[in-house]
């Protein structure tokens, strides 16, 4: 149950931070292309950057890369509680007198934060890529041009395999 509660919880929270990722995302490339002497300036601060992206793309594109998004959040935080609350209710996290044990909650806790980041992984990319994506004028770095989640998951599972979305998923995690 802490695994939909929890998850759900995220999901929401995720709704309504997406924008400043998406704005986050491409000043973060932008950011790391001028390190490279590879990128003209397209966004100045945040506000301008937000303005950037209303003005070429609309409004909902603050909402690029959403559902990936939301997928990361429900995975991530959803297996963060649920293994909590599995090793809880099974005396994982107690000791012999039925004490929650601090180090012992971190550790349940730490290995489903580590299952939930593998398993969100692939979609956390998708996010980037999507978020990136903007109009020819305002455009940071490689454009991807997914038609959506699924779409984009084929694409690198037919043109790479699953193997290329474990490595993704281990790069994550390390």
């Known amino acids: 149950m802490d695994f939909a509660i929890g998850g759900m919880a995220a999901v929401c929270a995720g709704f309504f931070t997406n924008p400043l990722e998406v704005i986050k995302t491409r000043m973060q490339l932008q950011g790391e292309l001028q390190k490279k002497n590879k990128q003209n300036i397209r966004y100045k601060n945040i506000l301008h950057a937000g303005y950037q992206i209303v003005r070429h793309d609309g409004v909902l594109a603050l909402q690029k890369g959403i559902v990936p998004a939301l997928w990361v959040q429900l ?6 509680l649920g293994f909590y609350d599995y090793g809880l209710s099974r005396g ?3 000791d012999k007198y039925g ?3 601090f180090y012992k909650s971190v550790i349940v806790s730490g290995c489903g934060g580590v299952v939930g980041h593998y398993l969100s992984n692939p979609f956390y990319l998708i996010k980037t890529q999507l978020q990136s994506e903007s109009a020819k004028a305002i455009a940071v770095g490689h454009q991807h041009h997914h038609k959506g989640t699924w ?5 690198i599972y037919f043109k790479e395999g699953v193997s290329t979305l474990a490595v993704i998923a281990c790069a994550y995690v390390e």
């Open 75 to 80: 995975i991530m935080n959803g297996c963060r």
């Open 92 to 94: 994982y996290c107690n």
């Open 99 to 101: 004490n929650v044990v």
């Open 151 to 155: 779409k984009a998951l084929s694409h």
